[in-house]
C-alpha cells in the first residue's frame, strides 16, 4: 500500500475506516484475541533520555528503582500470568544493555518457565545482539519485544542517547536469530499523522509480527508531563489505519487504553485491534483483571455476529 492509497483512507468517515479494518482484521487475522502480560524485572536508573519514559535517570519521577529480580520471582510472576489467562509472559528490564550474566539469568528463567509453566515467552531487554539472542531463543523464547516509538523523523525529537538505526538493527539481528518480533511505538507524543503513516509503512517493511500501540500517559517528572492526551477518534483512527496497512499482524491496544480510551475500549476492538496487555504495565497500574475478562467476552460475541 502506497501513500496516495493511505491519503485516500484517511479522508474516510471514521465508521467507514473502522468498519473497513474490522474486516480487514477478520479476513486476514481471524476472530483471536491475543493476550499478554508483561513484568517490569529490572525498574528505573535507565541512562537513555526518552522523553517519554518514568525509569530514566535523566528525569525525576516515582518510578521504583531496582535490580534484576530473583529467578524465582520472574518464575511466580510467570505463573501469575498464566493463571490470569495471557498466552504470553514478557520479561521487561529498563536499560538499553544489559550484562552478560543479566543475559543468561534471563534465558535460565525463560528455560524454566517453558518446562514448568508452559506459557509463550517474550522479552525486552534493549539493544542485544544476534548470539544474545540466539541464546536466548535456544532457552525457549518465542519473540523479542523491540519498539521503534515513532516514525525515523521525530525519533530524535524523542530519544538523543541512541538512534533509530540501532532500534532497527536489534529487529533485524531477532529475525534473523529465528525469532518472532513484536515491536510498535506510542502515540499522542506531538507527532503528525504522517509520522504515524510512517511508522506503520515501516513496521510493514520489517515484517514484525506483532504491534504493539501504546497511547502516552503523560508522567510527571518527564519532558512530556505537560502534553495534551490525544482523543479517542485520533487512537480508534490510527488504529484502524495500522490495520489497514498491516493486513494480519496482532495488534495490540497496551500502555494508555484504560485512561485515553476509558468506555471505548471495544472501538479499538471493532477498528482492527486484535490483542492487548493485561494485568498492567511497567510503570502504570491496569485496571481490574475481571474488567478485562469481560471486554474480551463481549468483543468475541461482537465478531461472531
Not at 548470539?131 to 530519544?159: C, D, M, Q
Request: hydrophobic fraction near 40%; aromatic fraction near 4%; charged fraction near 30%.
Amino acid at each position: 500500500m502506497d501513500k496516495r492509497s493511505i491519503k485516500k483512507l484517511f479522508k474516510l468517515p471514521l465508521a467507514e475506516l473502522a468498519a473497513l479494518a474490522d474486516k480487514t482484521r477478520n479476513e486476514f487475522a481471524g476472530p483471536k484475541i491475543d493476550l499478554c502480560n508483561i513484568l517490569n524485572a529490572k525498574s528505573g536508573l535507565c541512562g537513555e533520555d526518552c522523553k517519554f519514559c518514568a525509569q530514566s535517570g535523566r528525569h525525576s519521577t516515582a518510578a521504583s528503582k531496582y535490580p534484576l529480580k530473583t529467578d524465582k520471582e520472574i518464575l511466580t510472576a510467570a505463573r501469575s500470568a498464566k493463571e490470569m489467562g495471557a498466552d504470553r509472559f514478557d520479561i521487561v528490564t529498563s536499560g538499553n544493555v544489559l550484562t552478560v550474566s543479566e543475559i543468561e539469568r534471563i534465558a535460565g528463567c525463560i528455560s524454566e518457565i517453558r518446562k514448568t509453566i508452559g506459557i509463550k515467552m517474550c522479552a525486552s531487554l534493549g539493544k542485544l545482539d544476534e548470539k544474545s539472542l540466539r541464546l536466548l531463543k535456544r532457552s525457549g523464547l518465542s519473540r523479542y519485544h523491540h519498539n521503534i516509538e515513532t516514525s525515523p523523523r521525530y525519533f530524535k525529537k524523542i530519544v538523543t542517547t541512541h538512534s533509530f538505526e540501532d532500534r532497527v538493527k536489534t529487529i533485524k539481528a531477532a529475525k534473523k536469530a529465528g525469532l518472532e518480533v513484536c515491536s510498535g511505538g506510542i502515540i499522542g507524543m506531538g507527532e503528525t499523522w504522517l509520522d504515524r503513516i510512517e511508522m506503520a509503512l515501516l513496521l510493514k517493511k520489517l515484517n514484525v509480527d506483532s504491534v504493539p500501540i501504546n497511547i502516552l500517559v503523560p508522567i510527571k517528572g518527564t519532558p512530556l508531563q505537560n502534553i495534551r492526551v490525544i482523543s479517542a477518534m485520533d487512537i480508534i483512527k490510527t488504529i484502524a489505519l495500522f490495520r489497514i496497512i498491516l493486513k494480519g499482524k496482532t495488534i495490540k491496544i497496551a500502555a494508555g487504553r484504560e485512561s485515553a480510551l476509558k468506555d471505548r475500549q471495544a472501538a479499538a476492538f471493532m477498528a482492527g485491534a486484535n490483542g492487548m496487555l493485561i494485568g498492567g504495565y511497567l510503570t502504570i497500574k491496569g485496571r481490574a483483571l475481571a474488567e478485562d475478562r469481560k471486554l474480551v467476552e463481549e468483543i468475541k460475541t461482537a465478531w461472531k455476529r
